[in-house]
T-cell receptor
Framework: NAGVTQTPKFQVLKTGQSMTLQCAQD?????MSWYRQDPGMGLRLIHY???????DQGEVPNGYNVSRSTTEDFPLRLLSAAPSQTSVYFC????????????FGSGTRLTVV | GENVEQHPSTLSVQEGDSAVIKCTYS??????FPWYKQELGKGPQLIID?????GEKKDQRIAVTLNKTAKHFSLHITETQPEDSAVYFC???????????????FGSGTQLTVLP
């Protein structure tokens, strides 16, 4: 049982490049979320999904897109990377029965130069 | 949206002493308050949570207390050990009015260091 798997673990991008951060869970959780973690600012919600085919914006959605074509996968796309997107990104999932019992992935550390 | 404030930002204690981290929240309708522990290089892990129908919950050396009237909740760690050193986050559900389907809003974190 792998839980929540994020790839890659580290990535360096040049300004203007695009990329996709992958997130997959094998717990059949309905809810999935993306957070970014910056020093002194805790975890801020980027986008979330309450089920396959349903996504919505969180607190800091600008510059990011998501899709949820399957229950298992919830990729995060950076459209045109900017230095302000340098951060650690975490994917989390939870079941509707225990909505708030988040399981987090191990994170992707992204640097935009 | 929900405003969750966490204090202190850093905390150093001697091994064996107790540690207390406090959080305040703004939405009186919030009914669930989890605490997460994040070790270096890893994702946050849920360590304890409390619902608004109880005032205190314990799990071995950790406990969480909730004061709904004052809208604050606290994490208590007793008999601290070096392996308790980590960043701790509190959280509360975003208000329904925020449109975020009650996703969690996190505090800014507390770096706890347990000195041997």
């Amino acid at each position: 049982n792998a839980g929540v798997t994020q790839t890659p673990k580290f990535q360096v991008l040049k300004t203007g490049q695009s990329m996709t951060l992958q997130c997959a869970q094998d717990m059949n959780h309905e809810y999935m979320s993306w957070y970014r973690q910056d020093p002194g600012m805790g975890l801020r919600l980027i986008h979330y999904s309450v089920g396959a085919g349903i996504t919505d914006q969180g607190e800091v959605p600008n510059g990011y897109n998501v899709s949820r074509s399957t229950t298992e996968d919830f990729p995060l796309r950076l459209l045109s990377a900017a230095p302000s997107q340098t951060s650690v990104y975490f994917c989390a999932s939870s079941s509707s029965g225990t909505h708030y019992g988040y399981t987090f992935g191990s994170g992707t550390r992204l640097t935009v130069v | 949206g929900e405003n969750v404030e966490q204090h202190p930002s850093t905390l150093s204690v001697q091994e064996g002493d107790s540690a207390v981290i406090k959080c305040t929240y703004s939405d009186s309708a919030s009914n669930y308050f989890p605490w997460y522990k994040q070790e270096l290089g890893k994702g946050p892990q849920l360590i304890i949570d409390i619902r608004s129908n109880v005032g205190e919950k314990k799990d071995q050396r950790i406990a969480v207390t909730l004061n709904k009237t004052a809208k604050h909740f606290s994490l208590h760690i007793t008999e601290t050990q070096p392996e308790d050193s980590a960043v701790y986050f509190c959280a509360a559900p975003a208000p329904i009015s925020s449109g975020s389907a009650r996703q969690l809003t996190f505090g800014s974190g507390t770096q706890l260091t347990v000195l041997p």
